[in-house]
């Protein structure tokens, strides 16, 4: 996967970087970093990718990602209009373990920890009581400044460490090469699936906005994507059907035209296939159920 570079700003021998984000919309490039990445959304609803992972967030929830792992989180569509008061909040908390040396990284009191790390680099959410306390410790770091932090942080990592609180979300794993013409191109097609989906869209749509024939788009969306396109589009529509189901109380058959779906039966097949329940199922759990 070929996505964008992104740079953090920070000192070089900074360990740790906290940031406190603002804005109307979250940033919704594909992007990856070297840095591994406690994001915390403290207000602001959308869908998420990361990894080959596709699925919905709301305020409170944590992911965990690791160092050189594709993602974006991408808000709602209201976040988009002109100014209507809502905002997209998140806390990051980004560790550099290069800023600390290979032999602080090897002591053995780490190892669980290094472990932990190991495993974020398929992406992690929590649930439960982990999901809760990060909410709390995501907000309290902000208040602690050079080693205080970087002990704060070390704690946090230790907890997870040992939490069954934690979904793997990825599948698969990634190379961080890059090439800065095919970044635009996926995320325009990204953007025009996210923004289009509730219209049919057939493969020759997509493959008009990357600019390629139909079969080499194929070939390029997967390889960039890790998915067909088909699967990718059912997977924006699934996610948007689930958002529905459960906040804003729509019938199954409302949802699943809302979602770009009319054919029921169909609609009902998918759902399943990437839920791993039926719409009614679904409902009458609304716990978090990330679509992978």
């Known amino acids: 996967m070929k996505p964008l570079l992104y740079q953090i700003p920070r000192n070089l021998d900074e360990p740790v970087r906290v940031l406190k984000e603002s804005h109307q919309h979250f940033y919704d490039n594909l992007h990856f970093h070297s840095e591994y990445q406690i994001m ?38 209201e976040y988009y209009g002109p100014e209507n008061g809502l905002r997209s909040q998140n806390i990051s908390i980004l560790y550099s373990p290069e800023a600390l040396g290979d032999k602080f990284k090897d002591l053995s009191e780490l190892h669980s920890i290094n472990r932990f790390l190991e ?33 704060y942080l070390f704690k946090i990592f230790n907890f997870l460490a040992q939490t069954e609180d934690v979904v793997t979300l990825s599948h698969v794993s990634y190379e961080d090469e890059i090439k800065v013409g095919d970044t635009e191109k996926i995320n325009t097609v990204i953007g025009f699936l996210i923004d289009n989906f509730t219209r049919d869209i057939t493969l020759a749509d997509a493959a008009d906005v990357a600019n390629l024939s139909v079969n080499a788009f194929c070939r390029y969306f997967k390889r960039h994507t890790r998915k067909t396109f088909s699967q990718f589009l059912n997977e924006i529509r699934i996610g948007n059907a689930c958002r529905q189901l459960v906040e804003e109380d729509l019938s199954v058959k409302e949802a699943a035209f809302k979602s ?33």
Do not use: M, W
Request: aromatic share 16%; charged share 20%.
């Open 119 to 151: 495993k974020s680099k398929s992406g992690l959410f929590l649930t439960g009581k982990a999901r809760e306390k990060l909410y709390k410790s995501s907000k309290k770091i902000t208040d602690k400044n050079g080693f205080d932090r970087l002990i």
């Open 260 to 292: 770009g779906y009319y054919n029921i039966s169909y609609f009902n097949r998918q759902f399943k296939t990437i839920t791993g329940c039926t719409p009614s199922a679904y409902c009458k759990n609304i716990n978090f159920k990330h679509v992978n």
């Open 40 to 77: 915390t959304i403290i207000e602001g609803k959308g869908t998420y990718f990361i990894g080959d992972a596709f699925g919905n967030f709301n305020s409170g929830d944590t992911f965990i990602i690791g160092a050189n792992l594709p993602h974006f989180f991408r808000s709602n569509k």
